[in-house]
């Protein structure tokens, strides 16, 4: 048996028997006064700036919406050190690479759960980390309380991990961030009601932040800067192997496709070949570019793991190209960079997002469902391609132009887009709202008419002047 189906088979279990114990009587239930303890379950502490700004930005609405007063709010990171500083107010809580005795320990001690990771239900980076959020979702729907899955994105999943979710999350209130995912989650019985992601609300350090960075960096403060932001879309999955791990620790063997712990990236040559020719495509594009226009080029790695891909990059080009790692600089001083930036070329889907309050022109490289989505919904297929595509280097250099020369039209449609979620996340905000009062009927929601914006957290003046010019 793989370490992948053992994991799934231990979370399998643990629901189950949840489910029994809370039949026989055993566990809490939140009681009127008490303040609810709500367990915030996802993919952070590992420096992937778009898992915690997305779950900084939800604990801040749900944390706004029921009230400080009233609850107490409680989230994974898998490093202490890496979310220094993030999630203000909020409890941490350590996540270990074996997970199962953590969800058995933990989630039985709140009141609910609420699942926070982006790409929830798909098996296309880790089978492991699906079935973390089936199982935190699952043991909570099993004890009968609150069981969130908010924002969450769904792709094609194993068949054994598609049946988890048929079983175990069918009892759990999902909204999906995109139409798309309520299709695949549809088919297997589980209802969703439609929402967005929750970044949109994210405010980073002022623009002089980023542009003093750039400063230092070598700009000239006039040239347009062109932000690419590469990753290794060919490593996944990563998948759970002793076998691996034992080979790694006995004789020094998949150093280069390890993870962490015993999780092993995706690895061969056909995968070298193909992410050698990724970069190379994005490497000459951006050089061809450059010696046609006047542009300041910069890599940024919004995940710690893009930080080799970024070297890489430099290197094809010569070298000397700034690069920015979130290994070095938080979400708040990444994020200020990116949006000082005027163009941007991105396999990272919330390098697009958190770019794009403020109008970055933007294009899109994807290995999977999300910026294809995105860019739907934008309007804007012309400006996304796969990051095997065989023409990838010409068409990118097409798509740079674009976003060179059509800048304005391309703002505009980014603007309504922006424009648009934010009122989107507001009803996700009053449909959690709806179903905490539903699942515990004497939990003091507020009381009269509320406006939309009262159900995001307050927002900044930057969102709010976009508010006035696109809504």
């Not at 998948?239 to 006995?250: D, N, T």
Request: neutral net charge; proline residues 5%; contains cysteine.
């Amino acid at each position: 048996m793989s370490m992948d189906l053992a994991l799934e088979a231990w979370v399998s279990g643990l629901i189950e028997l949840s489910k029994f114990k809370w039949m026989l009587g055993a566990g809490r239930r939140w009681q009127p006064g008490d303040k609810l303890k709500l367990f915030f379950t996802g993919y952070n502490g590992s420096r992937n700036t778009g898992s915690d700004i997305r779950v900084e930005e939800m604990l801040r609405q749900i944390n706004h919406i029921l009230g400080p007063d009233k609850c107490e709010l409680s989230v994974l990171t898998q490093n202490f050190k890496l979310t220094e500083g993030y999630f203000k107010g909020v409890n941490q809580v350590y996540l270990p690479d074996l997970f199962p005795p953590m969800l058995w320990r933990e989630v039985p001690r709140y009141d609910g759960v609420v699942a926070c990771e982006g790409s929830q239900f798909k098996s296309k980076f880790a089978n492991a980390l699906t079935t973390m959020m089936i199982g935190s979702l699952g043991i909570a729907a099993a004890q009968n309380k609150l069981s969130v899955s908010y924002g969450a994105e769904a792709g094609y999943m194993d068949p054994l991990i598609a049946k988890m979710v048929a079983r175990y999350c069918k009892d759990s209130f999902v909204i999906t961030r995109n139409p798309e995912s309520q299709t695949v989650l549809g088919k297997l019985g589980v209802s969703t009601e439609l929402g967005t992601d929750t970044a949109w609300t994210f405010e980073p350090h002022p623009n002089e932040f980023g542009n003093d960075l750039l400063r230092k960096h070598g700009w000239d403060g006039s040239t347009p800067v062109l932000v690419v932001c590469p990753i290794n879309p060919f490593w996944w999955p990563v998948k759970a192997s002793v076998a691996k791990y034992a080979a790694k620790l006995m004789t020094g063997a998949y150093q280069e496709s390890h993870y962490r712990k015993f999780y092993f990236h995706n690895s061969g040559p056909e995968v070298e070949r193909k992410y050698d020719y990724y970069l190379t495509a994005i490497a000459n594009a951006v050089d061809r570019f450059r010696k046609e226009n006047r542009v300041f080029p910069v890599l940024v790695a919004t995940e710690m793991l893009d930080t080799r891909s970024c070297k890489k990059v430099s290197d094809k080009l010569g070298g000397g190209i700034p690069i920015f790692s979130s290994g070095d600089y938080d979400m708040y001083q990444l994020v200020s960079l990116l949006r000082c930036c005027h163009l941007m070329v991105s396999s990272r889907f919330h390098g697009i997002v958190t770019c794009m309050p403020s109008l970055v022109a933007s294009a899109g490289v994807t290995m999977d469902e999300r910026i294809h989505n995105l860019m739907n919904e934008r309007g804007h297929q012309d400006l996304l391609l796969t990051v095997d595509d065989p023409e990838l280097e010409e068409k990118l250099v097409v798509i740079m132009g674009k976003l060179l020369k059509e800048s304005e039209a391309i703002r505009d449609g980014i603007g309504k887009t922006v424009a648009k979620n934010l009122k989107v996340m507001a009803k996700m905000g009053v449909y959690f709202e709806e179903h905490v009062q539903r699942r515990y009927p004497e939990f003091p929601i507020r009381k009269g008419l509320q406006n939309w914006e009262d159900y995001l957290p307050p927002l900044s003046p930057n969102l709010r002047k976009l508010l006035e010019d696109y809504s």
